[in-house]
């Protein structure tokens, strides 16, 4: 079966810098989605990544390795905004989505 | 610029009884779907639609029926709800289903069944 794996939840302090995991066993791979989600509000794209490597967006990067079947999320200078869920997702041969459970950042002052 | 609106963000309803939760996007974008997320659970696509007229079934459609008359607006109907479909329920858009095409989600509706 396809499976996305991540840590249920993390915490971390204000200022510093966490790195979310997420594995995956997919049928095929066409690109690795992160979204941010926040408790009553929309659900809001981080990044995609499709080749190897690392994806810079400001605070946020974004990691894959394709032949481990891995990628992370790392968040830097951490806010207290950033205490939502993140969610990762692949996208299979088909090119339907597959979804974690999601990571449950906890920022603490 | 509104993106994806959805109605109601919260209803309780008794088993048995039908409602319709309600979206629509105003960045012209051919795909529409809609999604439940339980806890510990990933997002699960219930129904999809590329176009108007045009709906397909996802992972979970049993107990929903989906309209999508025009491209703006992509409907998710209850025709008689139960306690398994207390749910938050997620609308979300994009240009196209596939590629690398980014999705644009609502705020949610929270579903309670009695």
């Known amino acids: 079966g396809q499976n996305i794996d991540q840590p249920t939840e993390m915490t971390a302090t204000e200022g510093a810098i966490v790195q979310i995991n997420c594995t995956y066993q997919t049928s095929g791979f066409n690109g690795l989605f992160w979204y941010q989600q926040h408790d009553g509000e929309a659900t809001t794209f981080l990044s995609y990544?499709?080749l190897d490597g690392l994806e810079e967006k400001g605070r946020f990067s974004s990691f894959l390795s394709r032949s481990k079947g891995y990628s992370y999320l790392l968040l830097k200078e951490l806010q207290m905004k950033d205490s939502a869920s993140y969610l990762c997702a692949v996208k299979d041969s088909n090119y339907q989505l597959i979804w974690g459970a999601g990571t449950k950042l906890i920022i603490k002052p | 610029n509104a993106g994806v609106t959805q109605t109601p963000k919260f209803q309780v309803l008794k088993t048995g009884q039908s409602m319709t939760l309600q979206c629509a996007q105003d960045?012209?974008?051919?795909?529409m779907s809609w999604y439940r997320q339980d806890p510990g659970m990933g997002l699960r696509l219930i129904h999809y639609?590329?176009?108007?007229?045009?709906?397909d079934q996802g992972e979970v459609p049993n107990g929903y029926n989906v309209s999508r008359l025009n491209k703006r607006e992509f409907s998710l109907r209850l025709e008689s709800a139960a306690p398994s479909q207390t749910s938050v329920y997620f609308c979300a858009s994009s240009e196209r289903p596939s590629g690398a095409n980014v999705l644009t989600f609502g705020a949610g509706s929270r579903l309670t069944v009695l």
């Open positions: 990544n499709v």
């Open positions: 960045m012209n974008h051919e795909y």
């Open positions: 639609s590329v176009g108007a007229g045009i709906t």
